[in-house]
C-alpha cells in the first residue's frame, strides 16, 4: 500500500469572502471548514500523516480552539509564508521520509468525499502524479478591456481543476526546489510538476468538491453537504471535540 502525506493550505487571507472570520475557520452546520476537509484524510490507512499551514498570526486562536482537534486527529500545524507557494514549500520540508506521494488539498474545500480521495490517490499511484477536474460544460468566452466579447473558446478537452493533486514526494519536490527558474506565472500545484515535464492525470471529480472563496459560496456548500448528507451512508470521522470549544 502507497503511503501518503496530506497537506491543507489555510494560510490565506480570505479577502474575497466578506465576513470577519476567515473562511477555513468558519463554523459550517457546526464544524469548522477546515475540520470537514481534514476528516476524509485522518481515518484513511494509506495516510501517514497531515499537516495544516495556518498565518502566524492565527496560531493563538487556532491552538487555543483546535488544540484538542489536532490532538485527536494527529494533525501536524505549520506556520505559512507570505505566498501559498511558500506555506506548502514549509509544509513540504515537514513531511515524513516514509510518504512517497503528497497530495495537497485546499482547506476551503469541505465537500470532499473518500470516494474521491480514493480515485485520486489510486491515479497517483500508479501515474506519479493526479488531480481532481471537473470538464467545462459552460461556453466560454474571452473579453477585451472593454469587456466585450473578443472570441468564444471551444471548451472541448478544457477541465476545471480542483483538489486533492497528488503527486510523487521526490517530483514534488524537485518542482519546489525549482519554482523560482518558471517565468511563467504558476497558479497550482500541478503546473509546477507539469513544468518539469511529468504528466499529470485528470480524475473526474464533483460538483460538491466547491472551493468556498465568496460568502455565495459558503452559501452554495451549505446546501449541498446538507443534500448529501441525506443520501450519504457512508462512514464519517466522529470525535469528541466541539471545534468552537475554548482551550
Excluded at 30 to 44: D, H, P, T
Excluded at 191 to 213: C, D, F, R, Y
Excluded at 220 to 237: E, I, T, Y
Amino acid at each position: 500500500m502507497s503511503k501518503f502525506a496530506v497537506i491543507l493550505p489555510a494560510a490565506g487571507k480570505s479577502s474575497r469572502f466578506g465576513q470577519r472570520e476567515k473562511k477555513p475557520f468558519i463554523a459550517l452546520d457546526g464544524r469548522a471548514v477546515w475540520l470537514r476537509a481534514a476528516e476524509v484524510f485522518v481515518n484513511r490507512p494509506d495516510v501517514v500523516q497531515t499537516l495544516i499551514v495556518i498565518a502566524p498570526e492565527d496560531r493563538e486562536m487556532f491552538t487555543r480552539r483546535y488544540a484538542a482537534n489536532l490532538a485527536f486527529m494527529d494533525i501536524q500545524l505549520v506556520e505559512g509564508g507570505a505566498e501559498r507557494f511558500e506555506s506548502v514549500a514549509n509544509a513540504l520540508a515537514k513531511v515524513r521520509e516514509d510518504a512517497e506521494f503528497v497530495a495537497i488539498h485546499d482547506a476551503v474545500r469541505p465537500g470532499i468525499s473518500s470516494v474521491l480521495v480514493d480515485a485520486v490517490f489510486h491515479r497517483a499511484a500508479h501515474t506519479g502524479a493526479a488531480l481532481l477536474a471537473l470538464p467545462v460544460a459552460d461556453t466560454i468566452k474571452r473579453a477585451d478591456a472593454q469587456q466585450c466579447v473578443a472570441a468564444t473558446i471551444s471548451r472541448e478537452s478544457l477541465w476545471l481543476a480542483q483538489t486533492p493533486q497528488v503527486f510523487r514526494r521526490d517530483w514534488l519536490m524537485e518542482a519546489y526546489r525549482r519554482r523560482h527558474e518558471f517565468t511563467d506565472p504558476i497558479t497550482d500545484d500541478a503546473q509546477l510538476v507539469e513544468a518539469l515535464g511529468h504528466p499529470v492525470h485528470l480524475v473526474p471529480g464533483s460538483l460538491t468538491n466547491l472551493k468556498i472563496t465568496t460568502h455565495a459560496d459558503f452559501v452554495a456548500v451549505q446546501a449541498l453537504l446538507k443534500a448529501q448528507a441525506a443520501s450519504d451512508k457512508g462512514p464519517r470521522f466522529a470525535h469528541p471535540f466541539g471545534d468552537e470549544a475554548q482551550w
